[in-house]
């Protein structure tokens, strides 16, 4: 789990009740969760981290918890895949690379268990997240969940292949473009459309003008 990493940082499997509790504060820490229901148990992790979860985390150079994900096993048509609920970094540590220390500490998890995709959310809004997802990570985003969490939480729902070592390239000539609207409303018939039509969403990147852009291009597995 050592393959990905920075200066002064290592990824490790969570696997004590003290570290538990640990990644369970930082969870409320990071998202600023007061109200109990929005919590995450402890024992939760426990039992995901004995039964083919991820539990993995990030500890700096004094074996400090700083940033923490976990998942668990999903199933579909085309077979099992794993699901990362939930990925947070600590406040002044972000931007340093530990979310994509995350990432490829769950892909290991998921190939020790069989598993050769991985899927998540994100706000399609947030162009900085979908870059570091379809760009960085070479995920693909192929779903669109309207309302996902309630009223105005709309969510991408990328796969990402596990097997692949490097990020797919991209030909800009074969791709539709997707300027960033400011109506999210707008934004769910764009995506909705293109993914209609057997695209999936392959890059997001920013603008000069300080907006973002997303690309789509055909399934890869088309």
Known sequence: MNRISEVGFRAVSLTTASRFAEASA?????????????GLNPRLLGALASNGGSVVGILDESDRLVAFAYGFCGTDRRGFYHYSQSAVVTDGQQGRGLGRMLKHAQRE?????????????????????????????????????????????????????????????????????????????????SFEELLGKGLVAVSCRRLPDGGGAYYFGPADDA
Not at 109 to 138: C, E, I, K
């Open 26 to 38: 930082l969870y409320r820490e990071v998202f600023g969760y007061l109200d109990p229901a929005y």
């Open 109 to 189: 998890v998921a190939l020790s268990h069989g598993m050769s995709r991985m899927r998540w959310t994100y706000d399609p809004v947030q162009v900085r997240n979908a870059h570091f997802n379809l760009d960085v990570l070479g995920a693909r985003g192929r779903w669109f969940a309207p309302d996902m969490y309630g009223p105005g939480t709309d969510r991408v729902i990328v796969e990402w292949d596990l097997t692949r070592d490097e990020v797919p390239a991209l030909d800009d000539s074969a791709l539709t473009q997707l300027v960033v609207p400011a109506e999210p409303g707008e934004l769910r018939r």
